[in-house]
């Protein structure tokens, strides 16, 4: 019974690290067909708003806000100066945001040193299974980040303007659909999801300028093994590397959950060349396609 | 041909005849199906070598989807494509284009970021040795009107010279069949005049047969020997184009439909 | 370009430059130098892969630390002219069959695009994250301890020789070595690229169905071109590894990784001769930047290639030719028809 419930605790942890770290990425891929190189810069600029803001003196809740809020203007001001250049030039803008990693690694270096100051983790620790309250916070906030961007793309006028651009941005574009400002809000919002990750792990990671390399392997692997799909990509990746990798860590430990979790990455990605739903997509297109 | 494994006996008689010599390409019960969806229907086709073959029918009936299949683009759930006398079910597309199937797609692909020459030399290192290389593709740009373009980047060329362009790199594997998947599609008149003349001559002089899929019924009326009606997956009608042209069901299902 | 006397001329004269440095400047330039012509060779497999055939990978840099790595086991387990011969071969051979594993395992497996992209740099991650943990007693092979983030140290010099017939070679021939691995790796796969089998890649490059239907075999193609590629970084990876006489895991790292692209992307990745020189010059630059102390060159590098990009995607040295040309056509107005071997130009360097 312990065990299961420390396999439960375990993949509820992982869970919610992929999916928190992955969605603002897969927002983006699944919209514009970019993968965002700078992706762990944009969770690095979340965990030092929120690190600096609660080191100010504000509340931890209103420090992540802080570092949510910054993170997406913060991307919007990048999409405006640069990325929104290279729409349709897909490697070109992988590239780019490549460069944009590089920089801000290394300004982060010089403008704040080497370390940044730390935050504990809130809450205290869970009785019978060893962990800390907050990780089950946090997989909460994971629930409720898919479930707001479900009803985002579901019920709002964004979202079906944002998946008639998904589809076919020309088609869209032809029924009225500002594409631009759909890329823009897309990206913004992308960056938002991106510093919340920062925000919210900042208590647990170190914060140190090369904070948001920690996150790039499981953010790659499962928008890899998701596909261009955001939602169900991201909930079906999470799910699929999260048991792997909790059910290996419980018996063989960290390392080897890992390890394990990059070998199932790698034997989905065989199978599903274009993630989970890619093979869904052609599943479905190969039905509908004498239409 | 006729294969010994005892399966094949519960199976519809389709696979055991095997291919008429005379033909350049045979299809026998040709089927494929996308999940509940049946795209081609058991096709029963048959195509003389020089011969100009039009494909007619309306959206949906099934036409790039046999084309598709002939190249090897995809594979059929049931049924057998002979190609000279051999069965090539099955084989990839490089190995079909090795044999002399050569194909033009619908939309213009030409390498737009080569010269025509450099298009050229795609098609022509497969089939000639280097030293013919110079003298092959001034032979098909003055066959295919582009000697002036020789040096001319193809992403540069209009609509009509593309066309010509990826006809010219099709010919130029001196292939036994031509399969073009509407042709002259946004062309002006003259320019489709021009392509109705290419291909009637490629039929005429070089002999290679060509399946034409065109839904211009006064362009099919130029060029065509005969011509096949499919709809919903299946062979309709097959005729001269008089016959066709005055068939009163084509008409309903076909011409009626889309003028 | 590519065929001219003025081009060959030139291409004589960088080589002889580069050839007379250790004797302008000493031996420490040699030591130096040999380290950014290595990182040349990595630059070069990258633009000969993504160039010439649209394959894309952002880990260029795990077959040049594994060829690092497998050369430091060899060398160190058998520091013979015999053994260190072999570490050569071992590391080339490890590398190579690395790339055609991966290489087989994407595009066999229907992998494309971005896919691969990422796939590769992730490959260089786990790497660096494997690798990083090897900080371990346990983590040896015979005398060869991998040393996590501390990194492998005491692999010997480049030597090559049978029994006791063979030399071993020092810091200047190393240079002299380096060098010439890069000019005759440049020489070749110029010739490659302008062979049929370089036709078959630049036509795999601009439409694979397209090239599909003409025969090739367009999945073979890119596998043997990815495979050349980690050849060509894992003979890279050799050369750095035994002028350092020390590998660690930061050769896998996300900056490391990000160096092949921004010298390709700089230097034009269409040109296997521009992405060397870019690769020169900016290693020439951060090496000096960090020497006067500053922590700016990556800032640099970074917003170098974010500037390129935007201003010049192709790279500078195809945008240098393209002045050049109109340069020539503004000089001489007769309308003299361009030489036929201007056909082979969209592929020749």
Excluded at chain 1, 242 to 260: D, L, R
Excluded at chain 2, 219 to 228: C, G, K, L, M, Q
Excluded at chain 3, 281 to 289: N, P, T
Aim: net charge negative.
């Amino acid at each position: 019974m312990l065990e299961l419930l420390n396999f439960g605790f375990e993949f509820v942890e992982i869970f919610a690290f992929i999916v928190l770290a992955t969605v603002g990425l897969a927002v983006i891929f699944g919209m514009m067909g970019i993968i965002n190189l700078a992706h762990g810069e944009f969770i690095l600029v979340g965990a030092y708003a929120t690190t600096f803001t609660f080191d100010a003196g504000l509340p931890l809740p209103l420090a992540m806000l802080a570092g949510v809020v910054l993170t997406a203007v913060y991307g919007l001001v990048l999409e405006r100066l640069i990325i929104r250049h290279l729409y349709g030039r897909l490697l070109d803008s992988m590239v780019v945001t490549w460069g944009i990693s590089l920089v801000m690694i290394q300004l982060t270096r010089i403008v704040f040193g080497n370390t940044a100051p730390g935050i504990g983790i809130p809450y205290g620790q869970l009785p019978v299974v060893d962990g800390p309250i907050y990780y089950l916070v946090l997989a909460v906030v994971a629930v409720g980040v898919l479930g707001g961007l479900y009803a985002l793309f579901t019920w709002t006028d964004f979202g079906i303007r944002a998946r008639a651009t998904m589809q076919d941005e020309t088609t869209a574009r032809s029924m009225g659909v500002d594409t631009d400002r759909m890329y823009m809000t897309t990206f913004a919002v992308g960056s938002g999801l991106a510093g919340l990750a920062g925000a919210l792990y900042a208590p647990v990671m170190t914060v140190t300028p090369e904070y948001g390399t920690g996150f790039l392997i499981e953010t790659f692997v499962a928008v890899v093994v998701g596909g261009a799909s955001v939602l169900v990509g991201t909930v079906l990746a999470s799910g699929l590397l999260g048991t792997v990798n909790a059910a290996v860590t419980n018996v063989a430990g960290t390392f080897m959950g890992q390890v394990a979790m990059l070998i199932a990455a790698i034997v989905a990605i065989r199978l599903m060349p274009e993630g989970i739903t890619g093979m869904l997509a052609d599943w479905r297109e190969s039905r509908g396609e004498s239409q | 041909m006729a294969t010994s494994d005892p399966t094949v006996k519960t199976a519809p008689a389709v696979d055991e005849t095997g291919p008429d010599s005379s033909r350049i390409l045979q299809t026998r019960g040709l089927r494929k199906a996308f999940g509940g969806l049946t795209a081609t229907d058991d096709v029963d086709f048959a195509l003389e070598a020089g011969e100009l073959r039009c494909l007619i029918g309306p959206n949906g009936a099934g036409k790039s989807t046999f084309l598709d299949l002939l190249t090897g683009r995809l594979e059929p759930t049931a049924g057998k494509i002979y190609y000279d006398g051999a069965d090539i079910t099955g084989l990839p597309s490089h190995e079909r284009v090795d044999r002399g199937i050569s194909m033009k797609f619908q939309v213009p692909s030409v390498y737009e970021g080569l010269t025509v020459a450099g298009n050229l030399r795609i098609p022509l290192q497969r089939v000639v040795e280097p030293d013919a290389f110079d003298a092959r593709t001034r032979e098909i740009l003055e066959r295919f009107d582009l000697l002036a373009e020789r040096e001319t980047v193809a992403g540069e060329l209009s609509h009509g010279q593309q066309q010509r362009l990826e006809i010219g790199m099709a010919m130029a594997m001196e292939p036994n069949l031509l399969l073009l998947d509407e042709p002259v599609a946004g062309l002006s008149v003259e320019e489709t005049a021009d392509i109705a003349d290419l291909l009637r001559e490629i039929a005429d002089d070089d002999g290679v047969a060509v399946i034409v899929i065109e839904h211009d019924i006064d362009f099919v009326e130029t060029i065509a020997d005969r011509v096949t009606v499919l709809d919903g997956g299946s062979i309709f009608r097959e005729g001269s184009i008089e016959e066709i042209r005055t068939d009163p069901e084509v008409k309903r299902i076909y011409l009626g439909e889309d003028r | 370009m590519g065929n001219s006397s003025a081009f060959w001329l030139g291409l004589a004269v960088a080589v002889a430059v580069l050839a007379a440095l250790p004797v302008l400047f000493g031996l420490y330039a040699a030591e130096v130098g040999s380290v950014f012509l290595a990182y040349a060779l990595l630059g070069m497999s990258l633009a000969f892969i993504w160039g010439y055939c649209g394959i894309l990978s952002f880990g260029q840099v795990a077959f040049f630390g594994v060829a690092g790595y497998a050369f430091g086991i060899v060398a160190i387990n058998a520091a013979t002219l015999t053994g260190l011969t072999l570490a050569v071969l071992a590391a080339l051979g490890v590398s190579t069959a690395f790339a055609a594993a991966l290489g087989y395992f994407m595009f066999y497996g229907g992998v494309r695009d971005v896919y691969v992209t990422i796939l590769t740099l992730v490959v260089a991650l786990v790497l660096y994250t494997f690798m990083g943990q090897t900080a371990g007693g346990e983590w040896a092979i015979g005398d060869a301890r991998l040393g996590g983030f501390n990194g492998m140290s005491g692999v010997p010099d480049l030597a090559i020789g049978v029994g006791s017939t063979g030399v071993e070679i020092g810091p200047l021939g190393h240079y002299y070595v380096t060098l010439g691995a890069l000019v005759a790796t440049y020489l070749g796969l110029r010739a490659l690229v302008n062979s049929r089998f370089g036709y078959a890649m630049v036509a795999t490059r601009e439409d694979e169905d397209r090239t599909a239907m003409f025969g090739y075999d367009t999945t073979f193609v890119k596998l043997v071109v990815f495979t050349i590629g980690g050849a060509i970084a894992g003979l890279g990876g050799v050369l750095f590894t035994t002028q350092n006489n020390y590998v660690d895991p930061s050769v896998f790292g996300i900056t490391a990784a990000a160096l092949p692209v921004v010298w390709a992307s700089v230097g034009g990745r269409t040109s296997l001769l521009g992405t060397v020189g870019a690769a020169l010059a900016i290693q020439f630059v951060d090496y000096r930047l960090a020497l006067s102390g500053s922590e700016w060159a990556l800032v640099l590098i970074g917003s170098l290639l974010v500037f390129v990009v935007l201003v010049m995607p192709e790279g500078v040295a195809p945008r240098l030719h393209e002045y050049v040309l109109e340069y020539r056509e503004d000089a001489d107005p007769s309308p003299v028809p361009r030489d036929s071997s201007a056909a082979t130009e969209e592929v020749s360097d």
